[in-house]
């Protein structure tokens, strides 16, 4: 397998890759379905925006965008179904029930803890000793641009550290098992070690809490945008759409079993950040998973960062029982 080059790099050496949009293919059927799927995207995002920026203050608020956000994700899960990228990633009950466990675990443990050592407690903790009229002119702006600036904010931060979780190996440990699904679906932007999605969780969007509209704004592009990421759904997706945005095609790419691919495509919403610092990959995979595609059990997940993480520790620093180094390496 000889691969793609884009820029430095060969795409799909390893694994299969399709690189370039004109290679994707489209959604097949008749006019309704050629339209409803070339402009579902950008008319639930314009729609949300719009919600959003109309409500009245008695519905926007933080339990209403819980609410629509599980609906929205109801409603892709249908449409998984409908209209699937890949037969393969169809979902099944095993798939169903393991997404779903965790899927518990962010709603429930992973969000208590974040109340006391998480983004919200630093947040709070910022925002008792932090003078806001220092930041004033935010206030100013206009609301959209509050909201994209927040949404940005927080995805250029969230970019740094996918990134880095794939070039520290401390990072990598805990963000390793994500890598293991074998498919895209609703649910698997949540499946990973929890130390994994506590990192990954961490930001600063919430400092904005004082601009409670702004911030419901902000939440409408992750929703509307950086859901697709996980799931199984074909698009005819407009080209201005998959060069501002993330898609499932290029994080199917950030997912696939070839190495370099995996490197590509960090953003959580906006994949144009990933231009400016050359690491966008336009195209999709469908063959994802480490190892081959295995698919990793739930205990495996739970205890990986922290048994590879030892072994590592000791192939570094462990001796034998005559005191050389476990990790030298023999004379030739």
């Known amino acids: 397998m ?8 060969i795409i799909g050496a390893e694994a299969p890759v399709t690189v370039g949009w004109e290679n994707i293919p489209r959604v097949e059927g008749g006019p309704f379905k050629q339209l409803f799927f070339t402009w579902f995207q950008p008319a639930v995002l314009f729609g949300l925006i719009a919600f959003w920026y109309y409500a009245p203050a008695s519905i926007a608020k933080a339990s209403t965008a819980i609410g629509i956000g599980i609906g929205f994700k109801v409603l892709l899960l249908g449409l998984e179904w409908v209209n699937p990228r890949y037969r393969s990633w169809q979902l099944t009950w095993k798939e169903l029930v393991t997404d779903l466990f965790y899927v518990g675990l962010g709603y429930t443990v992973l969000r208590i803890v974040g ?33 994209f600036l927040i949404a940005f904010i927080f995805d250029f931060g969230q970019y740094w ?21 074998t498919q895209l679906n609703i649910n698997k ?22 601009l409670p509209r702004a911030a419901l704004i902000a939440g409408a592009f992750g929703l509307a945008i950086g859901t697709y990421q996980h799931i199984n759904v074909r698009f005819n997706t407009p080209k201005w759409w998959r060069f501002l945005f993330n898609t499932t095609e ?3 790419v950030h997912h696939s079993q070839d190495y370099e691919a995996t490197r ?18 336009d195209g999709e995979a469908e063959l994802l998973g480490m190892e081959g595609g295995r698919r990793m059990s ?17 192939q570094k620093y462990g001796r034998d029982k005559y005191g050389t180094p476990t990790s030298a390496v023999a004379a030739e």
């Not at 000889?2 to 790099?9: E, T």
């Not at 550290?161 to 699904?181: D, E, K, Q, V």
């Not at 932007?189 to 400092?207: D, R």
């Not at 590509?264 to 990959?281: A, K």
């Open 115 to 147: 109340s006391y050592i998480g983004s919200d407690a630093m947040i709070k903790l910022i925002q008792s000793s932090f003078d806001f009229d220092k930041v004033a002119w935010f206030t100013g702006l206009p609301l959209l641009l509050q909201a």
């Open 2 to 9: 000889n691969g793609v080059r884009v820029g430095k790099r």
């Open 161 to 181: 550290m996918h990134r880095g979780m794939h070039n520290w190996h401390p990072l990598w440990l805990s963000h390793a098992p994500h890598h293991y699904i």
């Open 189 to 210: 932007g949540a499946v990973g070690n929890p130390t994994e999605l506590f990192l990954i969780g961490l930001g600063i969007g919430g400092f904005f809490d004082f």
């Open 264 to 281: 590509s495509n960090y953003s959580g919403t906006f994949i144009f950040i990933d231009r400016m610092f050359g690491t966008c990959v």
């Open 250 to 252: 290029h994080h199917s």
């Open 298 to 314: 739930i205990r495996e997940v739970m205890h990986f960062p922290f048994t590879e993480g030892w072994k590592a520790i000791k």
